[in-house]
């Protein structure tokens, strides 16, 4: 080990920018060196098993011999939520440490991250109050349940997609058991959980990233986004609440069912996965001591 206490390393940034490739080469570095490093998945969407082609997900003959966890780790008819995400990734984490290596926490999942790498702790849960408000959302809609928690909840209704029934759910039951947040945020003065950690942020000038993650888009269609689909619709994928609403895999499944031409299904999946390239930017940019680089990275001088 070149370092007295293992590192915490965590590659961020937008979809596309680049950040298996860094991690990998991150990780390729450190051992070269001696230091027995390793990869953590921070991918919310490659946690799911078969979901490879519509999450750009490394295949394992291209991870250079490098130890890689969490991916793979739930079948698509799972709920892939943080609270159940961090426990896990941070004993990964802390078994890595524990061979004397540092671990590279890599993904685009805001919260996800944040969970992690941040002192984050997450309201109560009350699954009867749940079902309740699910069944709401149900006979409803998401409109009014989101009307009713803009009105007791201001803040956190502010940072919610209006249309995002699951989101609303979640802040809602909260509420309810007196809680002001749902705490589905990036804290204000976030305090690091692991002291070594570093924050290195992937980015890429917006007109060139717009047009790698159409053409990127486009190029999972030719790859068989469609047959990928198909198969995990055998194994559960319309039932599943997380998989089912994936950028790529709500699109492909209504091709499948003749709700969208390919064309439409490729330009809106295009559209999403832009809109939401955006949205990891800006949570990104709040993250404190984010050391900010634009791809291809020389790792030598993050670890000299």
Not at 225 to 239: H, T
């Amino acid at each position: 080990m070149t370092e007295a206490s293992p590192r915490l390393w965590a590659v961020v940034g937008a979809t596309g920018t680049g950040k298996s490739d860094l991690a990998l080469d991150l990780a390729d570095r450190l051992r070269a060196q001696g230091n027995p490093a390793e990869i953590v998945n921070a991918d919310a969407m490659q946690l799911y098993r078969g979901m490879d082609i519509g999450t750009a997900k490394l295949p394992e003959d291209e991870r250079r011999g490098i130890p890689h966890h969490l991916f793979d780790v739930r079948a698509v008819t799972d709920e892939a939520a943080v609270a159940w995400y961090q426990p896990i990734a941070r004993e990964a984490i802390a078994a890595i440490h524990g061979r004397g290596g540092d671990a590279i926490l890599v993904g685009g999942s805001g919260l996800y991250v944040s969970s992690v790498i941040f002192d984050f702790r997450f309201p109560p849960r009350d699954a009867a109050v749940r079902a309740r408000l699910e069944a709401e959302l149900d006979q409803r809609g998401a409109a009014a349940l989101f009307e009713r928690l803009r009105e007791r909840d201001p803040a956190t209704a502010a940072r919610i997609d209006p249309k995002n029934g699951r989101r609303i759910v979640r802040a809602l039951e909260v509420v309810e058991q007196g809680g002001t947040t749902h705490g589905a945020a990036l804290p204000e003065r976030p305090e690091l959980w692991h002291a070594a950690t570093r924050i290195i942020g992937l980015q890429t000038p917006r007109e060139q990233l717009v047009e790698r993650l159409d053409r990127r888009v486009e190029r999972m269609w030719r790859d068989g986004m469609l047959g990928e689909v198909e198969r995990l619709r055998d194994e559960g994928l319309e039932q599943g609440v997380t998989a089912s609403r994936a950028i790529g895999y709500a699109q492909a499944l209504a091709q499948l069912r003749g709700d969208l031409t390919q064309e439409e299904a490729i330009a809106e999946t295009q559209a999403l996965t832009r809109r939401y390239a955006r949205r990891q930017v800006s949570w990104f940019k709040r993250y404190p001591d984010i050391e900010w680089a634009e791809g291809p990275v020389d790792v030598s001088r993050l670890t000299d």
